[in-house]
């Protein structure tokens, strides 16, 4: 085995999962760990105390003539339950064939560790790097990065940079270099129709009160047309159409209504007319139900009229939606379609926009080039369903775009037993960063 | 205190729970006391044993130049919780003004107890009664009556009569004497959506596949249209309509909308168009929501696209609707509107049909006579909304239909804390039981 995969796996075997307090010394150790390895790798490492787990910080040196690229990436993992899925032990990276199994192996500790070689390389070689380098290394991606906004605003100049590069994303497929140029934003609420004022019995008044739940589903049937078009007025007034190189590019891909169909398991597609699964899933800003909920759910029969009955809804938004908007816009018709003989509550939950960068830029054409060194082959252009939002905080609060460069597989099983990272992906990971480097160069 | 009530407080203090097996014995008991009691008043106990609680029986006196009138009632109880509601002890009788509080007071010791006190004054005054007279009481009604239709039957042929009696139905309000003619049926059925084979991530996935929670609040949808007509197709095509006398006596009744909104506290009423309340809730037929589930419940978000959901429907049926047809009909309803893109599994429930007998026939009008002679007013006839199963039962297996002749008031408090019954209904009901045997005579 390689010096680099050996130090790998000694990296992999620290069980920093960030929500279980039973790992926190852990979490440290792990935090203790990336400051030896940057040490030695010749950067200046700091370690910052916030109210939960340690940031990392690792710079090169600094010069003024050449452009600073923040390298993100997080060292907290997933806990392992259920345990008894895994085929080997979660917190000893196994090697079987091409793929290192492990708890963090993709995500993220395989991903920010090959940028972490790959300057490792490059100083070793050169002694120098082509642009300025700093690494932010969190601990509690995987709790929502509850203290990293602040820690963004506290240190807004010591972080100021050029561009943002992060490898937590997906690729299309094995060996198909992808470059993920935007996200959907988000935006969540929650709502509750309160009927009678207690729960009746269903032959004594069924048949001449609102029922909480048939009123909860009417509403939520409201929310799209026959044809999957969402029918809340107004809300696709700001949508940025999908361009044509955008359709082109992803109806090129390998065929995302058939992935789609494979990955869910669904019987069938059910979406939007007019769209593909992949522009359904990237492109487009959705409204679903998360959640339904209201009178009797147990086993057998409760012959109730429920005094209240509750949804959990979530929008999916695309640039130029903006998410304080949409739930405006959302409550109004939540509002509309409630009748008079109900009560409806809403309480709104968190949200953020969508994000998106231009592939084309400057900084998107030397990501393309980097990623086809690293691959050999032409970078295919993304966007993602879900929403990162620490990308959306670099960008508010840092100012820069971030470069998403996913070495993630489909069957790489993050947040699930048997999570795996391809050596191939270790490697093309370390010859990534080197090359993007380069190409950041003035 | 007169010997009757403290006879009925003797009676009310067994705390006869037939739910909970730590009263078992207290259930036992009470069946003890009714076989002394009968014995005493010179009627012919029997004490049956079921799989269950027994079930007492006691006749009089059989003369075969008479009719024989069966007495149903139940002489278990409800459970007394939350106990801490109540304002006194639940199983020490306490009079209070008019007003007797304690559980069973009107559902149904107090009720069926002024049946026995009426035949024991009969028999204590003339040394014989007008009629045959066959008590029934058994102690599971409040757990479904689990075994009385085996028993009724086992004893098909000792139970044969002319008319059956019962006092477990409401009056339209303190004084005022009322026969309940009717009572709607009920077909139940639980539906479940399958959608993708996993719960999936409502960013990565959301817009492309199905969401079963929001099918479901479709499929749910789809049972109404705007003014609450039922879309089920052939749904009425078997409904009796209301007659015109029905509709009529109705309207005389106190406002039954009113009354409506004022038990339910609903902000509003919302039932079928063209119906008053007190028609929908009598004399409509139903589909209603009893329970809908599906996705994250929790507080908080959880942006998942649930893998499955579920809705509980029942239906309350009216003459002369067949509850497996309109099982059936829901059915290819439901299947119908359910998308190739999910699976829909259906679950039967248990089932009913709707019962009337008519209030004008002979026995009808002798019912109408004797409550007249007992509370000084013209009766009420009406129909509920509820289902009462040993009622058809009754019709099924004995062959005859039963008067309803119903002592419970609107602010009794059946099956909730500080159950009561008034001191003038318990009078009031001996007085009935006295003039429905003279009426029911040849």
Redo the contacts between chains.
């Keep these: 085995m390689s010096p680099q995969l050996t130090e790998f796996f000694e990296f992999l075997r620290i069980p920093s999962v960030s929500t279980d307090s039973k790992y926190r010394d852990d979490v440290r150790s792990c935090a203790d760990w990336l400051i030896n390895k940057f040490t030695s790798m010749g950067l200046t490492p700091e370690m910052h105390e916030t109210p939960g787990h340690p940031v990392v910080i690792a710079r090169s040196e600094t010069k003024a003539d050449r452009p600073t690229v923040l390298i993100y990436g997080h060292y907290d993992v997933q806990p392992v339950d259920p345990v008894n899925e895994w085929e080997t032990d979660p917190f000893e990276p196994t090697l079987k064939g091409n793929k290192i199994y492990c708890r963090g192996a993709t995500d993220n500790k395989g991903q920010h560790f090959a940028h972490m070689l790959g300057v490792e390389e490059t100083l070793k070689e050169h002694g120098d790097l082509p642009v300025n380098v700093v690494f932010l290394l969190e601990g509690e991606e995987e709790i929502g990065s509850p203290n990293l906004a602040p820690f963004l605003e506290q240190h807004r100049e010591s972080l100021a940079c050029d561009i943002c590069a992060v490898s937590d994303t997906g690729m299309i497929g094995p060996g198909i270099p992808t470059l993920t140029y935007g996200l959907?934003g988000?935006a969540?609420l929650?709502f509750k129709i309160h009927?009678?004022?207690?729960d009746?019995?269903?032959?004594?008044?069924?048949?001449?009160?609102?029922?909480p739940?048939?009123i909860?589903?009417?509403i939520?049937?409201s929310?799209?047309d026959e044809k999957e078009i969402i029918q809340i007025p107004a809300f696709y007034d700001s949508v940025t159409p999908l361009e044509t190189w955008e359709r082109d590019m992803w109806a090129s891909l390998p065929d995302g209504n058939a992935t789609?169909l494979k990955?869910?398991?669904?019987?069938?597609?059910?979406?939007?007319a007019g769209y593909t699964?992949?522009e359904?899933?990237w492109g487009?800003?959705?409204a679903?139900?998360?959640?339904?909920?209201?009178?009797?759910?147990g086993e057998?029969?409760?012959?109730?009229?429920?005094r209240e009955?509750?949804?959990?809804l979530?929008f999916?938004l695309v640039p130029e939606q903006e998410p304080e908007e949409i739930l405006e816009l959302a409550s109004t018709h939540l509002k509309k379609h409630c009748?008079?003989?109900?009560?409806i509550e809403i309480e709104l939950?968190?949200h953020g926009p969508a994000y998106v960068m231009d592939p084309h830029s400057s900084y998107g054409q030397a990501a393309q080039r980097a990623l086809e060194r690293a691959f050999s082959d032409k970078p295919r252009l993304i966007r993602?369903?879900?929403?990162i939002p620490i990308i959306q905080s670099v960008k508010d609060i840092i100012g820069v775009d971030t470069l998403l460069l996913g070495l993630a597989l489909p069957d790489c099983q993050i947040h699930a037993p048997n999570e795996n990272f391809t050596v191939t992906n270790f490697e093309a990971g370390i010859r990534l960063n080197r090359a993007l480097l380069e190409e950041l160069r003035n």
């Design positions: 959907r988000i969540c929650d009927g009678p004022s207690l009746l019995h269903s032959g004594v008044y069924g048949g001449a009160v609102p029922n739940a048939t909860v589903s009417r939520i049937s929310l799209h789609t990955e869910t398991g669904a019987a069938g597609l059910l979406g939007e699964a992949l359904q899933r487009r800003p959705t679903e139900v998360n959640g339904v909920g209201g009178g009797y759910q057998g029969s409760k012959t109730v009229i429920p009955a509750m949804a959990k979530s999916r009748p008079d003989s109900c009560r939950g968190h993602e369903g879900g929403s």
